[in-house]
């Protein structure tokens, strides 16, 4: 993912889903540090985006699954995706035709 697509990415997810501060964890992170050719290849050929949920930002998880991870249109439109990470997480028990995840107990 180039920088510009990760900025559109935090952008929409800010504008769609009305949050106000985005965390981004994993590979893209590096992008608020490096410029142009400091960014690693792998960083740049990679299409997903962790996306830290802290707080009450954690119940909108599936909302980021639904449009901007793997299954979304957003894939399709922009080619990259947001992976909302945060405490509790289970990707195994995702479901992917609702994107609902299981409550957290």
């Keep these: 993912m180039r920088r510009v697509e990760?900025?559109?990415l935090v952008r929409d997810l800010r504008s769609r889903l009305e949050i106000n501060r985005v965390v981004i964890a994993g590979s893209q992170a590096i992008h608020a540090v490096a410029r142009g050719d400091f960014v690693p290849e792998t960083t740049l050929r990679s299409i997903e985006a962790d996306i830290v949920l802290v707080?009450?930002?954690?119940?909108?998880?599936?909302?980021v699954f639904q449009l901007?991870?793997?299954?979304?249109?957003y894939l399709a439109q922009h080619g990259v995706v947001a992976d909302p990470i945060g405490q509790g997480l289970?990707?195994?028990q995702f479901n992917e035709s609702t994107g609902e995840l299981p409550e957290l107990s």
């Design 90 to 92: 289970d990707i195994d």
């Design 55 to 63: 707080g009450e930002q954690f119940k909108l998880k599936g909302k």
């Design 6 to 8: 990760l900025l559109d």
């Design 68 to 73: 901007f991870g793997m299954g979304s249109n």
